[in-house]
């Protein structure tokens, strides 16, 4: 319910040639303060909107923060891996076969042929072994003061020689190898030297 007030006022006007009275009268209508206004209910329904949007978000927050504690106690403790500095690979020294016995001739399928009588010579025999031509490889790297230093093992089986250490260039590796294949006897080179 609205409150209205009137004032009425009487006000004398004197002007130079008449004097009179003039009533002024004003009402004020003061609007009714029972009710809410609507900007304050809005600013209530904003409150009430903002408080439950902070509400739910707090619970979504809560609910992931379990989550998550749930994954690290299910996650197993990580490994700590120690890697070891390579090693290098022992050096092997293969000393000749002794010089006293020709390494056996084998022949699959076949039987060996005799050694032919008389000061004739068979072909086998002009062939080296490889216990002489492993000798002959190893005086020729030795002999050389550079390839000398450098470590490198070899192994012949057959007639194939096997080459192994590490060098520091690829020069080096193929100047060994030439090397070898320059061996009386040496039929295949198997270059496994590493370049590091």
């Known amino acids: 319910m609205a409150d209205q007030q009137s004032e009425s006022r009487r006000v004398v006007v004197e002007t130079p040639s008449a004097r009179r009275e003039v009533v002024q009268s004003e009402s004020t209508h003061y609007p009714d303060r029972s009710g ?3 900007a304050a209910l809005a600013a209530i329904v904003i409150g009430v909107i903002a408080l439950a949007a902070i509400i739910i978000l707090f619970v979504m927050n809560q609910q992931n923060n379990a989550n998550t504690n749930d994954n690290v106690a299910q996650t197993p403790p990580q490994t700590t891996i120690v890697q070891q500095p390579a090693q290098q690979p022992p ?4 000393q000749p076969a002794p010089a006293t016995q020709p390494a056996p001739i084998i022949i699959n399928g076949q039987s060996a042929p005799a050694p032919a009588s008389g000061g004739s010579s068979s072909t ?3 062939i080296p072994d490889d216990g002489s031509i492993q000798a002959a490889i190893d005086k020729k790297l030795n002999a050389d003061s550079t390839l000398s230093s450098l470590g490198i093992t070899t192994t012949v089986l057959n007639g194939k020689a096997t080459l192994m250490g590490t060098v520091k260039t690829e ?3 193929s100047q060994v190898e030439r090397a070898v294949r320059n061996v009386k006897g040496v039929k295949s080179v198997d270059n496994q030297i590493s370049v590091g």
């Open 171 to 173: 020069a080096l590796k």
């Open 124 to 126: 086998a025999s002009n």
């Open 36 to 38: 809410m206004s609507g």
């Open 91 to 94: 050096v092997i020294v293969q």
